[in-house]
């Protein structure tokens, strides 16, 4: 498949994989349990788009819902979840420690890309990462 | 009760639902394909009308309050021909969220009897629609 292509292909949107994050995020505190309402002002967007957006997620076995409309991921969801945050995390660490991007502009970069890298490719990132911080003198790890 | 800019924001989030749901059943509308495709125009046709007064009140309370309309939406509307029970399915879902979204403001304006009024109004109405929905698709 062309690159181009692959690109297109990815089974996760980013819209997708922000509204899994925020369910994780909010579910924290209720037992893994979100309300429509707060994924809607957690992602600023209205609830009747969030409703829309989740019956696909549903619909692709990522999320759960109640008889009162709660909503929680599932194991699969989950697993995306996981995946999408260990890709952010490596993606910024490179940033972070090997290009010295500040922050800020890595957390906004590696946003960008979090649900796009493969595995592969996050592996071979974190690894870098910390052969990287190894080989500097140790004042300036 | 909330501050008068709280309540100024949450009208403001209402309107967008409204607002959206009209932007939502027009791009349906034209979607829908199937033998039953123009006895359910109507049925759009009415609902876009609906909410679009929904969201025209809605501003006009903003108005009422002394405050100015702020609409913020971000809606990239897509999709191909879609049947007229995957259409009210979708419907339902952003209806059912309207009316919640009114069920859960409605005790912020207590007291207030302008924007109490309202709301129950908009309940009511919002009922009647997840009703109507819900029985299109029995």
Known sequence: METWKEFEANEL???????????????????????????????????????????????????????????????????????VQSKKAAFKAFLVEVLSVS??????????????????????????????????????? | MKSKAELVDELNHLMAEETEAFLRYFQ???RLRGTDRLAAEGFFDKAMQETLDHATEIAGKIRALGQTPKLEIKLSLGGGPVKLQEALAESLEFEQQALDAYKEFLPHVAGDTMLEDFIRKQIATETEHVQEITMLLE
């Open chain 1, 13 to 83: 949107t980013h819209s997708a994989a922000h509204h899994l994050l925020a369910i994780h995020e909010l579910g924290l505190e209720y037992g893994g349990w979100a309300r429509v309402s707060d994924i809607a002002k957690e992602l600023a967007i209205t609830r009747g788009s969030v409703s829309i957006n989740l019956r696909t997620l549903k619909k692709r076995g990522y999320v759960v819902t109640d008889e009162h409309r709660m909503v929680k991921l599932s194991a699969k969801g989950l697993e995306i979840v996981q995946a």
């Open chain 1, 103 to 141: 922050e800020h502009q890595a957390d906004i970069d590696s946003c960008k890309v979090e649900h796009l890298i493969s595995r592969e490719t996050t592996e071979r990132l974190a690894e870098f990462v910390e052969q990287f911080k190894h080989s500097q003198p140790a004042h300036i790890r």
């Open chain 2, 28 to 30: 349906l509308r034209y």
